[in-house]
């Protein structure tokens, strides 16, 4: 698990610190081992967390059992989504976006809108072009162009992280709000 950092996210931690996004329903797309959404339930947001790895959800659920977070685990893969229409509040991804198919790109971010309510966040991580060329490192001219129909984006973040197998990789994170 080359991403698993053994705590929540840096950025994710600066947007709950900084009061940016409404403690309310949240949905964890791609929850892995689950160390984001623990984090998220702890800090007052209603978590559910999604992944196609029956494994990750096993190991993520345990996990949460240490803590006095309520979380929801679903297994099932992000072009799915079986949730209620404008259930959530804010979701987060990371690491998420840059696993989907190019051909299931619309399918993603149609879900994605769908279950999120008008006005409601979507903290988006993915892999940069600066980690090289391949289909899924994203320069922010696609992702404003992917995203920015459906969503007002409020910020465009370009920075590096050290990774869990302690190698150096670029990402975007993306702040938006659906319109
Ligand atoms: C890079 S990891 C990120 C995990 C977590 N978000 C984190 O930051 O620690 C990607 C995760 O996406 C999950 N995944 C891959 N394809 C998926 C799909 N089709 N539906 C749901 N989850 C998927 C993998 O099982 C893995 O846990």
């Excluded at 007052?44 to 059992?65: L, M, N, P, R």
């Excluded at 893969?77 to 696993?99: A, N, T, Y």
Aim: hydrophobic share 40%.
């Amino acid at each position: 698990m080359g991403w698993e950092l053994g705590k929540p996210r840096p950025i994710l931690v600066e947007f709950v610190e900084k009061g940016l996004i409404i403690k309310g329903k949240t949905l964890d797309l791609c929850c892995g081992v689950g160390t984001n959404m623990i984090y998220l339930a702890e800090n007052g947001f209603e978590v559910t967390g999604i992944d196609v790895s029956k494994k990750a959800i096993q190991y993520a659920k345990a996990k949460a059992e240490h803590t006095k977070a309520q979380t929801n685990f679903v297994i099932e893969s992000f072009v799915d989504l079986s949730f209620r229409d404008e259930e959530f509040e804010f979701i987060f991804d990371m690491g998420c976006f840059h696993h989907v198919e190019t051909m299931d790109r619309p399918t993603f971010i149609k879900g994605v809108y769908r279950v999120l309510k008008k006005g409601g966040d979507y903290l988006l991580t993915c892999f940069s072009y600066k980690n090289g060329k391949a289909w899924n490192h994203f320069t922010a001219k696609q992702l404003i162009s992917l995203f920015s129909v459906r969503f007002k984006i409020n910020e465009v973040r370009h920075y590096s992280s050290i990774e869990g197998d302690g190698v150096k990789r670029y990402f975007y994170t993306v702040w938006m709000k659906k319109k």
